[in-house]
Antibody
Framework: QVQLQESGPGLVKPSETLSLTCTVS????????WSWIRQPPGKGLEWIGY???????NYNPSLKSRVIISVDTSQNQFSLRLSSVTAADTAVYYC???????????WGQGALVIVSS | QSALTQPASVSGSPGQSITISCTGT?????????VSWYQQHPGKAPKLIIY???DRPSGVSNRFSGSKSGNTASLTISGLQAEDEADYYC???????????FGGGTKLTVL
């Protein structure tokens, strides 16, 4: 059973960079797609992007200019960096395993990140 | 790219059946059999309950079923139970920018 766990700072200042890491256990990160999704408080889900174990990426066009997703296969981890954050980036950030870039079958528990000075 | 359209809320009594619709376009829902549905209880992560329009992951109750007609997908929950009260999100692959599109979510209340 694949398990995912997000980690990173829960508070980020406006204009700075949000950084989160997702650790995958119970399976290898190789061979699959690994995604980030976010959910602002009281709102719906927004797909941020994915990375394949090989390093190829695909991002939501609305966030593409500010997002970098990277992978560390030796640590079975993948990471999210979102630059120039504003209060609108306050959300619960989830990491997930994505099948064939079509559905998300395993999710982390989520990490709340608040953007505030 | 606009989100897929779902009703904001639906309700039903225990034992009844309800259906949640998810309307997209010919570039997403209508173009591919890659519609999925997620259940989210308050404070919890979403859980996959339907993928590829109508397939259920192992362990998901057969009270949950999915279908699609044209640009609209549907999730039906039969034999409603109190534990089904949650938010439900649909999702579809889209060719517009080759990424995953979510619906706005539907809050299910079990009366």
């Amino acid at each position: 059973q694949v398990q995912l766990q997000e980690s990173g700072p829960g508070l980020v200042k406006p204009s700075e960079t949000l950084s989160l890491t997702c650790t995958v256990s119970g399976g290898s990160i190789s061979g699959d797609y690994w995604s980030w999704i976010r959910q602002p408080p009281g709102k719906g889900l927004e797909w941020i992007g994915y990375i394949r174990w090989s390093g190829s990426t695909n991002y939501n066009p609305s966030l593409k200019s500010r997002v970098i997703i990277s992978v560390d296969t030796s640590q079975n981890q993948f990471s999210l960096r979102l630059s120039s954050v504003t209060a609108a980036d306050t959300a619960v950030y989830y990491c997930a395993k994505e099948m064939r870039s079509t559905y998300l079958d395993y999710w982390g528990q989520g990490a709340l990140v608040i953007v505030s000075s | 790219q606009s989100a897929l359209t779902q009703p904001a809320s639906v309700s039903g009594s225990p034992g009844q059946s309800i259906t949640i619709s998810c309307t997209g376009t010919s570039s997403d829902v209508g173009a591919y059999n890659y519609v999925s549905w997620y259940q989210q209880h308050p404070g919890k992560a979403p859980k996959l309950i339907i993928y590829d329009v109508s397939d259920r992951p192992s362990g998901v109750s057969n009270r949950f079923s999915g279908s699609k007609s044209g640009n609209t997908a549907s999730l039906t929950i039969s034999g409603l139970q109190a534990e089904d009260e949650a938010d439900y999100y649909c999702s579809s692959y889209t060719s517009s920018n080759t990424y995953v599109l979510f619906g706005g979510g539907t809050k299910l209340t079990v009366l």
